[in-house]
C-alpha cells in the first residue's frame, strides 16, 4: 500500500501541466488516501540532501495565478494603509529578487511586486502570482537582514508551489462547481457578487494555509535563504519569536494566516542540517537593512483599515450606527451607517457591517449580512417600460444560476427610488452564518444598465436591519 501510495501520488505530481487523466488518476490518489494533502518530501541522492518539494495538485495554470493575483493586488493597494515609503519599497524588492533569483519557479516568470504596508502587527502575505506585501511590524520585528529575508523566502515559496490556487482548486474539486471564481466566491448570493477585495482580504480565502504547505513554504524558504547567502538559522529564529509573541495580547496575524503544522522550529533545524549546516560567512545582516528598520519605526502611526476587510467569525455585527456616511458613484449617490465598511469597484459597492462577512467552513467567505449595489447590463430598450421587469427576472436567474437554493419569497412589486419606477422583490436563500437569509433585491434601470440594490441579512436578523436598509435606500440620489 505505501508502494502504491507514493507511486500515484508521483505520478499525480510529476507535471504542472494535467492532463485529463492526470485529473482522474489524482481521483484515484485521492480515493486510495488522504495523504495527498501531506507534504511529500522525497530526499534526493544526487543533489545534496536537501529536501525536495512538489508543488500540490492545481487545476489552474501559473497564468491563472498572475490574473487572480493582479485584480486582488490592485484592491489591496487600495484598501491597506500602505507605507508609501519608495526607500521602504525599493529595499523590499531589492531583497525580495535577490531571493526570487534562488526561487524554483519551474521556468515561470511572476511579475514580482513588493509594497511596505503601514500596519504593525507581525505580517506579510503573498498573493498567488507573486504580489508580496510586507507589514512594517515584520520588519520591525526582525533582529537582522537575515530574519526578514527568511519571512519574505516563506511567502515566495507559497508563490512558487502557487499554494493559494492548489486551495482553491482542493475546494473546487470538492464541490464540483464550475469555474474557479465561481469556486471561489459561491455559497450565498453574498457571496457570489461580493467584491473580491473583501473576499480576499489578509487572512481570507487565497491565504488560507494548510498545515501541509506552511511545513512546505518553511522548507523552501529556508532553501531559498540558504542559498541566496543568509544565515538559514534565521527561519527557526524568526518562528521563535512569533511563537514568544502569541503570549502576548495580540497574537500575530501571521500564524493564523500561516498555522503552526507543529514542530515548525524542528523541521526547519532538520533542513538547515540536510544543507550541511549555516555557512561560515553567512549572510546575517546589512547596513541597508537597519537604516530601513529605522525608517519605518519612524513612520507616521497607520491609518485606520477599512472594516470590511478586517477578520470575520467573531459574532454577530454589532448595531448599525444612527450616524451615515456619504457615498457617491457615477451613476448613484447614497448614505450607510457610519459603522460599516464599504469596497468598491467599478461596477458596484459593498457596504458591510464589521463581522458581516464569515468564513465558511469550506474556507469560502461569503457576505451575510450588508448591501451590495451592482450595476449590469441589460439587452434592448433602457427607455422601454418592461425592460425593468425583464432585466430583473435576468438578475434573478443569473443568481439563481450561482446560488441554487436561491429562491423567489415575494413576486417582485412596484416601488419608487428616488422618484424613479423600480421593483422591490424578496429572495430566500442559504445563510452563510446558518439557516436562512433574507435578501430584499431595489432594481431601477438606469442610462448605464440595471442598477440593483440587494439587501442581505440572516432570516432570524432581518428584522433588525429592515428599517436601517429602508434608512439607505430613501438616501439614494440617482443621476439624472
Ligand atoms: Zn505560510
Known sequence: MGELMSTLARSVFRNSHHTTSDLRRSQAAKVWCGCLLGVLFTASAVRAQRSELKAPWNLDSPQADVQVGNQN????????????DPRAD??????????????????????????????????????????????????????????????????????????????????????GAAGILGG????????????????????????????????????????????????????????????????????????????????????????????????PNARKDSAEFEAIKREVLALPAPKKVAPAIAAANSGPPPAPSGHYAEYSASSYSLKYPDNWGQSDDKNGATFVPPNGVL????????????????????????????TLRTATQQLIQNLQHTNPNLKISRESGPVKLNGQPGLSTYLSNDSPAGGQETDWLITVVQPQGLLSFLCVAPQGAYSDYDKTFSTILDSVRLSK
Open 73 to 84: 493586488a490592485d484592491l489591496m493597494q487600495k484598501k491597506l494603509p500602505l507605507c508609501n
Open 90 to 175: 525599493q529595499y523590499l524588492t531589492t531583497l525580495g529578487m535577490r531571493l526570487v533569483a534562488k526561487l524554483p519557479t519551474k521556468g515561470v516568470q511572476y511579475p514580482w511586486e513588493f509594497h511596505c504596508v503601514n500596519d504593525k502587527s507581525i505580517n506579510a502575505f503573498a498573493l498567488p502570482g507573486g504580489y508580496v506585501f510586507v507589514n512594517r511590524g515584520a520588519i520591525e520585528a526582525a533582529d537582522n537582514e537575515a530574519q526578514l529575508a527568511a519571512v519574505m523566502g516563506h511567502e515566495l515559496s507559497h508563490v512558487a508551489l502557487r499554494h493559494g490556487t492548489a486551495q482553491a482548486s482542493k475546494a473546487q474539486f470538492t464541490q
Open 184 to 279: 471561489l466566491l459561491g455559497g450565498s448570493t453574498g457571496g457570489q457578487l461580493l467584491t473580491q477585495g473583501v473576499a480576499l482580504g489578509a487572512g481570507g480565502l487565497l491565504l488560507h494555509y494548510s498545515r501541509a504547505d506552511e511545513t512546505q513554504a518553511d522548507v523552501m524558504g529556508t532553501q531559498v535563504i540558504y542559498d541566496a547567502g543568509y544565515d538559514p538559522r534565521a527561519m527557526a529564529q524568526f518562528f521563535e519569536k512569533l511563537q514568544a509573541e502569541t503570549k502576548g495580547k495580540n497574537p500575530p496575524q501571521f500564524l493564523s494566516d500561516h498555522p503552526n503544522p507543529g514542530n515548525r522550529v524542528e523541521r526547519v533545524d532538520q533542513e538547515i542540517d540536510k544543507l550541511g549546516g549555516p555557512r
Open 359 to 386: 468564513q465558511g467552513s469550506d474556507g469560502q467567505a461569503a457576505l451575510a449580512y450588508g448591501m451590495i449595489v451592482d450595476l449590469s447590463p441589460i439587452q434592448g430598450d433602457a427607455s422601454n417600460p418592461d
